[in-house]
């Protein structure tokens, strides 16, 4: 099969689409021709050498894919050959195979394309398991959501406000603050334009919110602690402006403010498998129905996986960037 290889030896790490072997599949396993896969940040940060795969995973690229069951392994039971799937993945999403555990398998509806169902698994598990399994957000709380035009933020808005949530965002463009305006987030604010915290503040008029999800890390730090309610939770799911701040752990105290780091790619499958169920009993039937959606900004050729990236990087992207591996 051929896979996506990133060329380490030269400086800037290119993507070079080539033969490689194909997986091996377990008894409990299926193996999967891939259509379609997507982009995450964790790609860049692997391709640049920052962010290795955890232990037993595959070295290839790509956290999801979308496509059809080619082979079903000996304990196999539930899915046939020809059944149309997309899964989390731990890697190997750049690829034109990969083999999946019947367990992460989810059923792609008929009306999907496989670039829509490719764009489901990574965004939509990190914001409901960040959400509402870290964070216990409830009906009626105030969700502060950083990065809202993101993959993770698009689909996070959509869930907070099905779960009856009010939803703010911060975003970097005019463009992408209307787009999540759309998505149903009631107060979006451009932070290259106004400091968040002293709108947020204003709108809520000192109260602040119940819970952020916040991607940015150090620098928002504070900022984001001064925004909590009493009993107030804030979860990292990444941080992009550094790992290294200092805290007023009495503010941390006196409200009863809760900071959660939170991973999603190295956890087991077996806790993948919870997260993935419970997202489902939750929220699918409104992905089917088409109540809440994939947001996606573009489709590349899984050939052109450099311009895809590139333009992840450029902060360009509002949704996810699909990875079109064949018809």
Request: charged share 20%.
């Amino acid at each position: 099969m051929k896979a996506i290889i990133v060329q380490t030896e030269q400086k800037d790490r290119p993507l070079v689409w080539q033969e490689v072997s194909s997986p091996d599949y377990a008894a409990d396993e299926v193996l999967v021709d891939i259509y379609a896969s997507a982009l995450n940040r964790a790609d860049l940060m692997q391709r640049a050498g920052n962010y290795p795969p955890p232990p037993g995973a595959s070295d290839i690229l790509g956290l999801e894919m979308a496509g059809q069951i080619a082979k079903i392994g000996a304990d196999v039971t539930g899915w046939k050959v020809g059944d149309r799937v997309c899964a989390l993945l731990p890697g190997g999403g750049y690829a034109e195979q990969i083999n999946v555990p019947r367990q992460l398998l989810m059923p792609i509806p008929d009306d999907w394309s496989f670039e829509q169902a490719a764009a489901i698994p990574e965004v939509f598990f990190t914001a409901y398991l960040n959400l509402f399994m870290e964070a216990s957000l409830k009906k009626g709380e105030t969700v502060l959501i950083h990065g809202g035009a993101s993959g993770v933020g698009t689909a996070g808005i959509q869930l907070a406000r099905q779960a009856g949530c009010h939803v703010f965002i911060t975003a970097g463009t005019d463009e992408k603050t209307t787009r999540c305006t759309q998505l149903g987030a009631e107060l979006a604010v451009n932070y290259k334009k106004e400091d968040f915290a002293e709108r947020i503040g204003a709108y809520t008029n000192g109260t602040g919110v119940d819970v952020i999800m916040d991607m940015v890390g150090a620098a928002y730090l504070n900022r984001n602690l001064g925004l909590l309610k009493v009993y107030g939770r804030l979860v990292f799911i990444s941080m992009l402006s550094g790992a290294k701040t200092e805290i007023n752990l009495g503010a941390l105290m006196g409200r009863r403010l809760r900071i959660i780091g939170s991973v999603l790619r190295p956890r087991s499958v077996v806790e993948k498998i919870e997260i993935k169920q419970r997202f489902m009993d939750q929220f699918w039937p409104m992905l089917e129905d088409g109540t809440i959606q994939p947001i996606i900004d573009s489709v590349y050729p899984i050939e052109q996986a450099n311009e895809a990236q590139a333009h992840m990087a450029a902060n360009k992207n509002i949704g996810k960037i699909i990875l079109k591996v064949c018809e």
